[in-house]
Every structure is written in C-alpha cells, then in structure tokens.
C-alpha cells in the first residue's frame, strides 16, 4: 500500500498544501521546525486517527484559525482510498472514508496501514510498560477489529471495578458486588492476552532478523512477552482466583492490581536487559528492530506491506547503516525526515521549509 498524495489545510505550518509522493523512497528534507514531522503526523492521523504528538486535535490547528482539514489518498492492491479528518476547536474532529462520515475510530482502522518510528520511539524501550503496552495496542489494532473492540470493554469494565474499588466503604458489600466485573475483565482480558501473545511470538524472529542486519550481526535480540503468569488453557480460571485473592490488597489501594493492563515485554541483546542496561544507541537499534519488524507482521495479515514513517531516524546512524536500513525497508514505501540527505540512493527528494513543500 501507498500514499499517492496529501492535502492539508491550516494543519500545523501549514496553510494550504499538496503533497505527491512516489513508490519508494521519499525524503523530507529541512532544517528544523520547518514542518517536516507534521507532514508524517497527518499521514499517521489519516491511518489512525490520532496524533502520535498530542492527545487534543485541536492543537493542530494552525494558528488563528478555526477549522483544519487532512485529506489522503492511498492505493491498495485492488482499490484507492480517501480519508479526510476535518478539526474544529469548538466540536470534536470528523473523519470521511470515500466521501461517506464515519463515527468510530473503529471503522477507520485497517483501511490503510502504516508503522512510525521517530527518536521519541526510545519510550518504547526505556520508559515504562505503557509504551510497550501502546506499541502492541497500536499494531494489533491496525489489523485486528476484535482485539481493538475487546481492548475498549475491557479499559471501560477496569474502570468501573476500580470505581467500585473507590466508592465501596464495606470490604463485605464489595464482594458481594464485584463478582460481575471480575467475570467480565477474566474473559475480555483472555481475548486480549491470546493476541498479544501471537502478536509478539510472531514479531520477535522479525525484529531479531532486522536487528541482526542493522548492527552488522553483532548482537543478539531477544523479545518475549510478560503477562499473568497461567498456561493458555488454565487463564481465565487462573486469573479470577488471582482477582479474588487480591481482593482485600485491592480495597484498600483502590485499583486493579492483576490484568492484562500491567503485561509488559521483556528485551534483551545477549542476554542484557536493554532497559536498564544498554546504550542509548543499543536501545535505539532495538526499538528501530522492533518497528522494522511490524512491516513483515501486517504484510502477513493483510497481503501488503505498510507505509513506513521515518523521522529523523539518520541522526544517530552511521553511513552503513543508514545505507543497511534503507535497503531493508526497500520493499515499502517509505517516507523519511532529515537535515540534510547525501544518500546515492534513487528518491523522490521533497524540500520543506517554512510549511511549504517543493520537489528539489
């Protein structure tokens, strides 16, 4: 799949622009706060829905204006798509799929695919297990409606147990009430635990593969997934005994404390935890793998490899393997931010400055 062309109006810099991109290789070149990283935000908010920079969409707006516009047009193996997202600061924004309005983010999901990777990435390695709980919730969701739909129920029931958690002042009144919730978090949380676990088993060879090449074969990654501790066929009834025994800890805390929402992955290069211990330059490599590694998991699911967004990913790679990444990524259609690119490499080179995009 690919991006043919991008439409933005009072996004961000920019005022009014159109965007053609080519097959393969396009390289956003400028200096910074040029524009360049809001050109991959629109792409990524017409094939999600949301921002990877900001939670409110009305900080999208540029300046002194009311309404912003993203409209894309992407090409599949057998159909074109329109998507078009229309921001109002005094209402919440509107998405169009082909002309038509849709409701839920829902519907969005899977009419295109792409993977983003940017230096902020490293979160998904060092920080904490949100970001390596949102880098799954992401992917899976892109091909898997059901998984996105369970991952809902399952945060509205975890709310309202934790509500119950709060409000209840008699541990006795508790458990005569919570039985409900507990049943319905075990099964949405089975759902969600079988597809993570296919998901990771699936994508850990991958990034090793893409680490392996990218590093010269130097190091070893090794990628596995860390959720409740039950054997597949015992989960459910495993975890409402877990549910039950930390009932009272529960209570007195007020929250949740077994689920599917404290799974995490564990990465390792030979051996060492990446996190606490690698370099700033082995935890880059690794995220960048684990990245790489979703184009083969949605090309698998959907028969197509997705569009690739790369910002400012050259900033810490040397020459080689700049060179070795954009050869591994050749198969896709990648778009790609930087300073400045010297690359002898065939692109379609894209000059960005001051919100404003020309053929160089």
Not at 109 to 123: D, H, R
Not at 257 to 276: C, T
Not at 316 to 329: M, Y
Request: charged share 30%; hydrophobic share 40%; glycine share 4%.
């Amino acid at each position: 799949m690919k991006i043919n062309t991008l439409e933005l109006k009072n996004f961000r810099n920019y005022e009014r622009q159109i965007i053609k991109f080519s097959e393969g290789l396009n390289v956003l070149v400028g200096k910074n706060a040029q524009g360049k990283t809001n050109v991959l935000e629109a792409i990524f908010f017409a094939v999600i829905g949301k921002s990877f920079k900001v939670s409110k969409e009305k900080e999208t707006i540029k300046w002194g204006e009311e309404i912003s516009n993203i409209k894309a047009i992407f090409s599949r193996l057998y159909r074109d798509v329109e998507i078009e997202l229309i921001f109002n600061k005094s209402c919440k924004k509107a998405i169009k799929i082909d002309g038509v309005s849709i409701k839920k983010i829902g519907e969005l999901l899977g009419n295109v695919n792409a993977v983003f990777f940017s230096p902020q990435e490293l979160k998904l390695v060092k920080e904490s297990p949100d970001e390596r709980r949102r880098f799954m919730n992401i992917d899976i969701s892109q091909t898997n409606k059901r998984y996105f739909y369970a991952l809902n129920r399952y945060e509205k029931v975890l709310a309202n147990r934790n509500k119950l958690l709060k409000i209840t002042k008699d541990f006795n009144v508790l458990k005569d009430t919570i039985d409900i919730w507990d049943r319905a978090l075990v099964d949405l949380a089975y759902k969600i635990f079988l597809e993570r676990k296919d998901f990771i088993e699936k994508l850990a060879p991958y990034a090793e593969k893409a680490h392996s090449y990218i590093s010269g074969g130097s190091e070893q990654l090794k990628i596995t997934y860390n959720s409740f501790d039950a054997k597949d066929k015992d989960f459910k009834e495993e975890m409402l005994k877990a549910l039950q025994k930390n009932l009272e800890k529960d209570f007195k805390h007020g929250y949740t404390s077994i689920g599917v929402h404290r799974d995490d992955l564990d990465i390792f290069l030979n051996g060492v935890e990446v996190k606490n211990f690698g370099s700033q330059g082995q935890q880059r490599t690794a995220a960048l793998s684990m990245k790489l590694a979703e184009l083969e998991i949605i090309r698998e699911r959907t028969g197509e490899y997705p569009i690739l967004l790369l910002d400012d990913v050259f900033s810490e790679l040397d020459l080689e393997r700049q060179k070795r990444l954009l050869a591994f990524t050749s198969r896709t259609q990648t778009i790609i931010t930087c300073t400045e690119y010297s690359l002898m490499l065939n692109a379609n080179i894209l000059k960005v400055e001051n919100g404003n995009v020309k053929n160089a």
